[in-house]
């Protein structure tokens, strides 16, 4: 009962409210940049969008993961970016305004990418097992507007038509959502703990890959097409820091099965870990000036 109630309404409640103080701190130019700043955004967005997943399928294959260690991992692919990025991105001296522009059209974007990949990751993985799981396109598409689309876009009319007070509440509602969330993670994560070490047993190993790949992966190609360090940084952060709330919410509120969001638990340790560093090690440079398309 205390896990259903707060993994159908405390989680989702928590994502709503990050993605209303993160719609608090855009303005329409940040989608705008995509049309004047091409390349960093369609590089970012790549490798959140494509790369991410292909990764990620290829680990599940290439480690013969069971079907609910799979599907859990591509749950987790599957939701790029999120306010976390953001965060750590501030803290390495990135370029925030490409992190927040990523962030925000990811977000947008994974109304239509989610549903199809976890539809394909479902009926691939799941295919001679006993789990038979249907995803409804429609009703997750509903779902991710509501937690994630209308947030933002309130919070976007929020910081437009009461600009001083979106401003002045950013560091508050940044902590108050921050709070939330590890509150109500932890509880979850302690109510399941013991699928919590199996999960390490078994995903470990896959969900390091996939962070150090996929991180590695962004920096790479951002340095190819002669990106600066900024956008760089900027990049790999957002390919390696998933949205584990979102992930989250998928796993346990529309397929729900707790299961499936185990390896987002053990993701997030990885996650934390790498970003961790990054932010120790990047923070301490100083800071230099540049535009999203250097």
Same mark, same amino acid.
Request: hydrophobic share 45%; aromatic share 10%.
């Given at each position: 009962m205390i896990v259903t109630l707060l993994t159908k309404v405390f989680l989702p409640l928590s994502l709503a409210i990050i993605m209303l103080g993160m719609g608090m701190t855009l303005i329409p130019a940040d989608f705008t940049r995509i049309f004047k700043f091409p390349k960093a955004i369609f590089i970012g967005l790549v490798n959140q969008l494509l790369l991410l997943p292909i990764i990620a399928f290829s680990l599940a294959v290439a480690f013969n993961l069971d079907p609910i260690m799979a599907v859990g991992v591509m749950i987790l692919?599957?939701?790029?970016?999120?306010?976390?990025?953001?965060?750590?991105?501030?803290?390495?001296?990135?370029?925030?305004?490409?992190?927040?522009?990523?962030?925000?059209?990811?977000?947008?974007?994974?109304?239509?990418?989610?549903?199809?990949?976890?539809?394909?990751?479902?009926?691939?993985?799941?295919?001679?097992?006993?789990?038979i799981i249907k995803l409804p396109i429609m009703d997750t598409i509903l779902q991710i507007m509501v937690i994630t689309v209308i947030p933002i876009s309130i919070g976007m009319f929020i910081r437009k038509y009461k600009s001083n007070f979106a401003i002045r509440m950013e560091k508050p509602m940044r902590i108050a959502s921050t709070v939330i969330f590890i509150l109500v993670f932890i509880a979850v994560i302690a109510a399941n703990f013991h699928m919590l070490g199996d999960a390490m047993e078994r995903v470990g190993i896959v969900t390091l890959l996939l962070n150090i790949l996929t991180m590695g992966a962004?920096?790479?190609?951002?340095?190819?097409?002669?990106?600066?360090?900024?956008?760089? &940084?900027?990049?790999?952060? #957002?390919? =390696? /820091?998933?949205? !584990?709330?979102? @992930?989250?919410?998928?796993? *346990? %509120? &529309?397929?729900?099965?707790? #299961?499936? =969001? /185990?390896?987002? !638990?053990?993701? @997030?340790?990885?996650?934390? *870990? %790498?970003?961790?560093?990054?932010?120790?090690?990047?923070?301490?440079?100083k800071e230099t000036t540049s535009s999203i398309n250097a």
């Open positions: 692919a599957a939701c790029p970016g999120g306010p976390t990025s953001n965060l750590i991105t501030q803290v390495c001296k990135g370029n925030i305004a490409l992190s927040v522009t990523l962030t925000a059209i990811a977000s947008f974007a994974s109304i239509i990418t989610i549903p199809f990949i976890l539809s394909y990751a479902l009926e691939y993985f799941g295919t001679g097992t006993d789990v962004g920096y790479l190609t951002a340095r190819l097409f002669k990106l600066n360090l900024k956008n760089a &940084i900027s990049i790999s952060v #957002e390919s =390696g /820091i998933q949205n !584990g709330t979102l @992930a989250f919410v998928i796993a *346990t %509120t &529309i397929l729900n099965n707790i #299961e499936m =969001g /185990i390896p987002t !638990g053990a993701y @997030a340790i990885w996650m934390f *870990t %790498t970003g961790g560093i990054l932010m120790w090690q990047l923070g301490k440079r």
